[in-house]
């Protein structure tokens, strides 16, 4: 989970990067870092911090970043804790040329790589698997970058969506089975890289199209060129569906699809498979709502927003001494009444993953008077950890990956659950054919055939 924004040739590229990762902020909240370029003494200038982008950058950051060119990075938490994870954008200096690099994904074999590169004496300065492709590229020998890039991909495996900047161009690539998204903008005759189309949104870009698996993007002074990766070249594209399921912004269009009509779909489609005796739809803001709105419109039952969610929630908090109940959830989340007393509720949310904030959230409801709860997940049970830049947690704490839908309905306390089947999700992604996506969260189908390695332990904060 990352995001990733590059910008090639505006007189304010480092501004306009600044305001494309706020567009990309839900991509990751740990980190955030800007690399301009095409100053005036020619340098690659960097700008890193720790937290939101808002609280990263100040005006005279971006002033001191300044340039033509810039690429951005959001980085979202993952273990290893503190003081690792503002490494993105890289900025390297290679026998080359300057080079920076932001990468969304995750490499399955980067540990192989990394291993191997470290016995011939390479130093790693960061304990991520991105470094892995500064390495690669720095090494590679041919003349032109993009067929250094070739060189590097063909040695990864997992997802990547890149982007790669130089002296003299920017490069986007998606691996050859597209994991991650990209989209490819224009903007006054520069142009715009960016994981979701949000980000072009913001700082009125005009989409161009998306990049597509396997394709390697070139922009530079010359205009827009494009070149496949060469080393898979039969891969059949499978792009994230848990992006379209919860990742992504619902006012992105990613993998030619509207996210937002995706999620309403998911929900409707829910409706006719798992309907409810109730009286009013509720979601779970906000990740639940587009899901919440299709089962209200496909079953007919008035949506309600019965739970509330603050917007001035920071990411640290005291916690009162004296224990109150459900403390962490209370604080996001606030039931209403008036709308919930005596009701019978059909609360819908996106996914459940340990359980801890369902479960809470049924409680809350009953709290405030609710008569039944039956909880509807607009996606199939999440059994499997993601080895391709998802932040699932490990088996062991996946609640499905060890409970029955039956026991998962106990241990929330609702009055019925049901979830989204995987043929039912394909088709309001608009893939009835299930050839387009990627569902090894749900079905354990992994698509590399080099999932081997378990991924690090994460915290998930509930969201
Ligand atoms: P649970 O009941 O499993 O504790 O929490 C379910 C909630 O977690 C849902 O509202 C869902 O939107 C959210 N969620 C799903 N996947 C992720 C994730 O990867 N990261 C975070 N922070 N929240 C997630
Ligand atoms: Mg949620």
Redesign the pocket.
Known sequence: MCGVFGIWSHPEAAKLAYLGLHALQHRGQEAAGIVAAGREDARFVRHLGRGLVADVFTEDDLAALGGTHAIGHVRYSTAGGTGTENTQPFSVMTSKGALALAHNGNLVNAKEIRDALEREGAIFSTPGDSEVFVHLLARARAPRLVDRVREAAAQVVGAYTLIVMHDSGMIGVRDPQGFRPLVLGELNGGYVLASETSALELIGAKLIREVKPGEIVSVDQHGVHSERLVHAPDAQPRSCIFELVYFARPDSSIFDTSVYEARVKMGQQLATEQPADADIVVP?P???VPAALGFAEASGLPFRHGLLRSHYVGRTFIEPEQSIRHFGVKLKLGPIRAVLEGKRVVVV??SIVRGTTSRKIVAMLRGAGAKEVHMRISSPPSRYPCFYGIDTPTRAELIAATKSVEEIREFITADSLGYLSESGLHLAAGDPDEERFCNACFTGRYTTGRELIEPRLVQIDG?
């Open positions: 779970v906000d990740s639940g949310d996106d969201r």
